[in-house]
């Protein structure tokens, strides 16, 4: 059985843990903070619980690593266990700089290692059915997607409303068009914290011409965690705050009646919700992980596709900041 070692427990580390303790071996818990270590050894009995991180990287039977230790701190603790040869799982995102991400995707390639990033939204059942919908090309051409992931939330003062909330959903335009973008442009303001962004809008362009959006935002009256992609022939939203239609797929679409000499109208059918699994994105996103460290599935793309997301990520804040 594969051996995990979990590396901080703050709120998304236990988690990660609860769900190795389930899947694998969780063989050990980490975290700087005595108190955490305490509480999380009492309730994972069977890991040894240490505060120092050379100290489960020398345990020779450990395969693997989960980096959810806070975002400064990813890139020099995914690197020490990429060099001790472990796999690693490192929480979003892997690093701040793209030469950073860069650095660890050649470690992982050169030792033969896997490096995932914690996309969990890749793993969410509703977007797996976009996928399925993009690709399978029901939706027509696709021509648009836009991202909408606002909320009087959680306001952070280290990462800005892009590397906070932005990354899941760049991970996943860029997962449903493949594509790495050819233009990526950022607006946004710091009205609480000097340096960190409460509102972005972001634009992106693509080689194919589709174009993409983002609305991120801590500063909003609405709650929303919606993905729209809008297809020539159809049009899909998947809403992670519905309980139950989690995706609706829209027969709607543009079209050009012969008989009205070329003039656009617009055509409306039918309204319907596919049934999406109830399954556990993190837990499935665990299996996914598993599955790569047992030599199954393409480790090498998902690392480089981790690699685009940060790319991306840097251009959009490089765009911000100009
Ligand atoms: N995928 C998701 O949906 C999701 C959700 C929440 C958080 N996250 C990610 O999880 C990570 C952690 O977020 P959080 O909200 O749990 O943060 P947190 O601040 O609550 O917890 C981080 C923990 O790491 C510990 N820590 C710090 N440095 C350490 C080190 N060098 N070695 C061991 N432990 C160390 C801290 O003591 C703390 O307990 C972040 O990268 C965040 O982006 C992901």
């Given at each position: ?18 769900n ?12 700087v ?32 690593v ?56 890749l ?30 939330g ?15 959903d ?47 935002s ?49 055509r ?55």
């Open positions: 059985m594969t051996r995990v070692a979990v590396a901080g427990l703050g709120h998304w580390g236990p988690n990660l843990a609860r190795f303790a389930d899947l694998a071996e969780l063989a050990w818990i980490c975290d903070d005595e108190g955490k270590r305490a509480e999380y050894a009492e309730r994972f009995p069977g890991a040894r619980a240490t505060g120092d991180f050379d100290e489960l990287l020398g345990d020779e039977s450990l395969d693997a989960v980096v959810a230790t806070p975002v400064p701190t990813h890139h020099e603790l995914a690197k020490r266990a990429l060099e001790a040869g472990k796999h690693v799982l490192v929480e979003k995102p892997p690093a701040m700089h793209a030469a950073e991400m860069d650095e660890l995707v050649a470690l992982a390639e050169e030792r033969g290692r896997v490096l995932m990033p914690g996309h969990l939204l793993y969410h059942p509703g977007v797996r059915k976009l996928k399925e919908l993009v690709d399978g090309g029901g939706l027509g051409e696709v021509l648009c997607v836009y991202g909408n992931r606002q909320n009087l959680i306001i952070r003062s280290n990462e800005n409303a892009l590397w906070s909330l932005g990354v899941h760049l991970s996943v335009i860029l997962y449903l068009l493949e594509e790495e973008p050819s233009e990526a442009v950022a607006y946004g303001r710091d009205f609480l914290n000097e340096g960190v962004e409460d509102v972005v809008f972001c634009y992106l362009r693509f080689p194919s011409g589709k174009i993409a959006h983002m609305h991120l801590w500063l909003d009256p609405h709650k929303m965690r919606r993905m729209t992609v809008v297809g020539t022939e159809k049009m899909v939203v998947f809403d992670d705050m519905e309980l139950e239609r989690k995706v609706t797929i829209y027969e709607k679409g543009p079209w050009k009646p012969v008989e009205r000499y070329g003039e656009w109208q617009t409306t059918g039918d309204i319907h919700s596919p049934r999406i699994p109830n399954d556990e994105p993190l837990k499935l996103e665990c299996q996914a992980f598993l599955e790569l460290v047992g030599g199954n599935g393409d480790a090498a793309r998902v690392a480089r596709d981790g690699a685009l997301v940060v790319r991306t990520l840097e251009r959009l804040t490089d765009s911000l900041r100009g």
